[in-house]
Structure formats: C-alpha cells, structure tokens
C-alpha cells in the first residue's frame, strides 16, 4: 500500500485546512485508516482514526470538536478537516493504515505510512 498526504500549509491561527491522504496498491476499503502528527521535538501521537466504511470515528482529545476525519472508499481517499487550528496544532501529520486495528491510537499497529505533510500555524 502506498500513501501520498498532501494539503499541508501555513495558515493563521483560527484558520482551517483540510489534509488528503489518497491510497494505492490495495483495496482501500479494507484498511482502517488514521492520522497521526509530530511535533519537532516530540514523539508521533495520534489525532484520529476511521473504520473501513467510515461509520465509526476517534479522535484524540486534543482534536475533538475541531477536526473531522471522513474517507471516500470509491476515491481511495482520506480526509482530515481541521478547522480552528492553533499554533500547538504544528507538525507533521502522517496518514497511516491498518490492516486489523480499527480506531487504534497505537503506531505499531498501523502496517502502512505516508509520506507527512507538513502544517504550520502561525499565530
């Protein structure tokens, strides 16, 4: 499976932006799939995560109420919407899937890893 996240940027603090991760190599409505971030620095965390049909979603706490993750399994597709976003909101965020773990906040159970895309809000 091959991941390319895009959509990445600078934008102001209280803006929005909206992430793509678009999946290739294997059937994309048979992996769940996340988003994770790093912050230089830091260790990669968890931001949110969606079923196969995308009927079931998780979030981080840090993301709930201010990011929605959905897919579009006939585009191969996931999203990230991000909106009130906040300067502790910088990082790369990665999409990740997993072959068996629905929702998990783990790393190492996702089998597959893009290539980050970077965000930076400024305030």
């Known amino acids: 499976v091959q991941l390319q996240a895009s959509g990445g940027g600078l934008v102001q603090a209280g803006g929005s932006l909206r992430l793509s991760c678009a999946a290739s190599?294997?059937?994309?409505?048979?992996?769940?799939m996340g988003w994770f971030r790093q912050a230089p620095g830091k260790e990669r965390e968890f931001v949110a995560a969606i079923s196969r049909s995308g009927g079931s979603t998780y979030y981080a706490d840090s993301a709930k109420g201010r990011f929605t993750i959905s897919r579009d399994n006939a585009k191969n597709t996931v999203y990230l919407q991000m909106n009130s976003l906040k300067t502790e909101d910088t990082a790369v965020y990665y999409c990740a899937a997993s072959t068996y773990y629905s929702g998990s906040s783990t790393l190492r159970e996702y089998d597959y890893w893009g290539q980050g895309t970077q965000v930076t809000v400024s305030s």
């Open positions: 190599g294997r059937a994309f409505g048979n992996l769940y």
